[in-house]
């Protein structure tokens, strides 16, 4: 091979799991370079919550809560997938706080432990009072110089209009409109705003939040360490000598470009979320490439990289599961996290009936969503039905509560139904407009009462999380009564696939008998996660992304 570079590790991929594996390295000696597909750095990651899910952490102890990893060991065991080697979960529990541990001590990223529920929270190990999620604090983008611009836009589901940036904390402000909420937003679009030397050439928020604020730091610390990201520069195939990957062809200013990996190469270039052929063969419970959350950048090169040289693969079927909407013209579906639990709405199928807890975690209710699908052919799409209260109260995917229908964009307003029955909101969604009367009125019954009988809505720790507390005796229940009566079409979707490359316990990629392939290692979505099918709780796509990428790097760099 004419290489054409030199490096001691080659991370592929620019999201949470990549940049902390290449920092890792760098701060243990190595030269590390990083490739990014995308003109934009951050992927999914940069677009999420950025949370990360840690049991055991010293932020957690701070606030009080002494957890048990071997109780965090035995949740997650419980309800990951059996074809998952058990010492892969066991890495990922021990190894998680430590992890986070490094992150504070070598980047400006501050993760604050929440009281924020499993998502399982009553199983054996399930933590009900929460502190396992993590969340970053906000991160001053001034520091990221010219590269603030490149770095992707949160998703529209976690910024306002677009573009204005929010903490968690500011996210139940708003939400309630509590004290200081006017003020508060007043503040950050003013700042926003008048931010000239941006505001002509961006609609980036420098007050990063979420997985911007994650990101950020992560990326401002890799450019104090001296590590290159490279921009537009798609990793095409690993390279191997004698079953062990010694570099890998890119493509750079539209040639091949080949670059030596003296210690190896991590893999981190997400799923194949956008790759509809890929989702067909594999995945064809979750088989809307366009319903995705991902962003349009992963499409599962790396994984059929890594299965060219000799790499087996695992659970290939399964996603990380959710409801999203989808306003036509968009490049990405619309994760609902909050709005299913909130009193007021309901979410049908096409027949006009309920048919799961609506207030159960996004991947519960997008699995549940995706397993009706198949069986029945009514919930692709279903309808979330919202009366005028909620829609004055609280936000839907796309309406936010003080925004009138006439101000909304065509494309929203394409997708909107309205009516001022029942019955007339039925017949513009295509539903029976008798069924939908009975279901809405059964509905109204219980809810009235704060009862869910038929799928007890409320009842769980994680239920109550996103209902409105002041909302009682059930912060998630109360009948649809006042007209007009919207509904908004909603998807079972995903926010990322997440079968992969096999690995073991240190990160290597392994073959279908376990051995691992020298100077290969996968993270992130690029691996089958230790999840298996399951979702345990917010932030455990992140957490062991971050956690393997900081295993993988200190395993090919010897540290101890
Ligand atoms: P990514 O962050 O997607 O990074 C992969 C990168 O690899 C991309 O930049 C891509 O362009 C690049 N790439 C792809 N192919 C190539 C190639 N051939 N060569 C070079 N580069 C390539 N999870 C949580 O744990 N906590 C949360 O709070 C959370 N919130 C979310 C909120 C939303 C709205 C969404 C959509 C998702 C959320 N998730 C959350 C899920 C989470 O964002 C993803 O699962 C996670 O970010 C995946 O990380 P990754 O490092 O594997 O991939």
Not at 66 to 95: C, G, H, Q, T
Request: aromatic share 10%; glycine share 12%; charged share 20%.
């Amino acid at each position: 091979m004419n290489w054409q570079m030199e490096v001691d590790v080659v991370v592929v991929g620019s999201g949470a799991g990549g940049m902390l594996s290449a920092l890792v390295a760098a701060k243990n000696h190595a030269q590390v370079l990083v490739v990014e597909k995308d003109k934009l750095w951050g992927g999914t990651s940069a677009t999420s919550g950025g949370g990360i899910w840690i049991p055991g952490s010293d932020q957690a102890k701070a606030l009080g809560f002494e957890d048990n990893l071997d109780d965090a060991f035995k949740y997650v065991r419980a309800l990951s997938a059996d074809n998952v080697p058990d010492e892969n979960i066991r890495a990922y529990v021990e190894n998680a706080a430590p992890m986070l541990r490094w992150v504070t001590a070598n980047t400006g990223v501050t993760y604050t432990s929440q009281p924020y529920p499993d998502y399982h929270a009553e199983n054996p190990g399930g933590s009900v009072t929460g502190y396992r999620t993590h969340l970053p604090e906000m991160f001053d983008g001034t520091l990221l110089g010219n590269d603030l611009k490149t770095q992707r836009l949160p998703s529209p589901a976690a910024s306002l209009f677009g573009y204005l940036n929010w903490t968690f904390a500011e996210t139940y402000q708003l939400l309630y409109r509590g004290p200081g909420w006017l003020t508060g937003l007043a503040k950050n679009m003013a700042k926003y705003w008048l931010d000239w030397p941006l505001r002509f050439t961006s609609r980036k928020d420098r007050r990063l939040t979420l997985g911007n604020a994650l990101t950020g730091g992560l990326r401002v610390a890799l450019n104090e360490a001296g590590v290159p990201v490279w921009l537009k520069t798609p990793m095409q195939e690993l390279v191997t000598e004698n079953g062990r990957v010694v570099g890998l062809v890119v493509e750079k200013d539209g040639k091949p470009f080949a670059i030596r990996a003296r210690k190896g190469v991590v893999l981190a270039a997400g799923g194949f979320d956008k790759n509809q052929q890929m989702r067909d063969a594999n995945a064809p419970l979750y088989n809307k490439a366009w319903a995705s959350g991902g962003v349009t950048s992963n499409t599962g090169d790396a994984i059929r990289a890594g299965q060219a040289v000799g790499a087996g693969t695992m659970n290939m079927h399964s996603a990380w599961a959710a409801p999203v909407f989808y306003v036509p013209g968009e490049d990405r579906g619309r994760l609902c996290t909050i709005e299913r639990a909130l009193p007021g709405c309901i979410m049908v199928n096409q027949k006009g009936q309920r048919y799961l807890n609506e207030a159960a975690s996004y991947h519960v209710v997008g699995q549940q969503m995706a397993r009706r699908q198949r069986e029945f052919g009514d919930a692709s799409p279903s309808w979330m039905v919202f009366d005028h209260k909620y829609r004055h109260q609280f936000p839907m995917g796309p309406l936010l509560p003080l925004v009138p229908d006439w101000l909304q964009s065509g494309a929203v307003k394409s997708i909107l139904k309205k009516g001022r029955t029942i019955g007339e909101l039925a017949k513009a969604m295509g539903v029976d407009p008798a069924a939908l009367e009975l279901q809405v009125t059964r509905f109204n019954a219980g809810a009235a009462k704060g009862e869910d009988p038929e799928f007890h809505r409320g009842e769980a720790a994680y239920d109550k999380m996103y209902g409105d507390y002041r909302h009682q005796p059930n912060p998630c229940l109360r009948p649809l009564t006042e007209g007009p009566f919207y509904a908004l079409p909603i998807y079972p979707g995903d926010i990322g696939t997440n079968g992969g490359l096999r690995t073991n316990a240190r990160a290597q990629v392994v073959d279908d008998a376990g051995q691992p392939i020298a100077g290969l290692y996968a993270v992130g979505n690029n691996a089958a996660s230790a999840m298996g099918e399951s979702y345990p709780g917010a932030g455990v796509t992140i957490g062991p992304a971050m956690t393997f990428g900081y295993v993988a790097a200190r395993e090919l760099t010897g540290a101890n």
